[in-house]
């Protein structure tokens, strides 16, 4: 499995951007990365998820290594309904998607 | 509106006793999974489910039991044998098995055994 390794904290300016750092370094070549996020006392919500090549969506991008060791999720314009904790994940299957601590990202007004 | 209910929202018991966690999908998902919360930690896999009448245990089962007699339905039993059973438990689904795809989770039970 590989493990994943995150700064424990992030704060960051309402509307401006925000870039969350994963590093994977033992990730496979067949493993997705993945991004989901959690409010308190809710349950984590998907943010987003990619292999290879660069992805984005309504929520947020996601920026992939080249070597593929590190990913960084991008939030472009940040909200105070953004802060949360951000878990990234490196060895994602229908059996293996377990986060660590995460990041948690505090959004000054 | 399609989703992942969990009864109830807190729970509290005893020492000793057994308790039942509902979990309920109407998204006609195929995959359903248990996870254990700890406060300030990540979430931790119990067990997991791929289609009816089937589930393979995850990282921390010992103390817990499942089944999966119908596909929207994936009870959790917290028995007595489990040593810290005090967590937030959440229950998710997925549509498809594999390396990809996103996981629906509900909106968790917070257990309290005293």
């Known amino acids: 499995d590989a493990k994943t390794t995150q700064p424990n904290s992030m704060e960051s300016n309402e509307e401006e951007p925000v870039h969350l750092p994963c590093n994977h370094s033992?990730?496979?070549?067949?493993?997705?990365i993945h991004w989901y996020r959690q409010l308190p006392s809710q349950g984590p919500e998907y943010v987003i998820h990619g292999l290879t090549s660069n992805v984005n969506n309504r929520m947020a991008s996601l920026a992939i290594a080249e070597d593929r060791k590190s990913s960084t999720l991008i939030l472009h314009r940040a909200t105070l309904r953004d802060a949360a904790v951000y878990y990234c994940n490196a060895n994602f299957g229908y059996e293996k998607l377990t986060f660590g601590t995460g990041t948690r990202l505090t959004i000054i007004p | 509106d399609g989703g992942i209910t969990q009864s109830p929202k807190y729970l509290f018991r005893k020492e000793g006793q057994n308790v039942t966690l509902s979990c309920e999908q109407n998204?006609?998902?195929?995959?359903m999974y248990w996870y254990r919360q700890d406060p300030g930690q990540g979430l931790r896999l119990i067990y997991y489910?791929?289609?009816?009448?089937?589930?393979q245990k995850g990282d921390i089962a010992e103390g817990y039991s499942v089944s999966r007699e119908k596909k929207e339905s994936f009870p959790l039993t917290v028995t007595s044998a489990q040593k810290n059973p005090t967590a937030f438990y959440l229950c998710?689904?997925?549509?498809?098995?594999?390396?990809?795809?996103?996981?629906?989770f509900g909106p968790g039970t917070r257990l309290t055994v005293t």
């Open positions: 998204l006609n998902h195929d995959a």
């Open positions: 033992t990730i496979s070549g067949t493993d997705y």
């Open positions: 998710a689904s997925s549509p498809r098995t594999g390396k990809q795809g996103e996981q629906y």
């Open positions: 489910s791929q289609i009816v009448n089937d589930f």
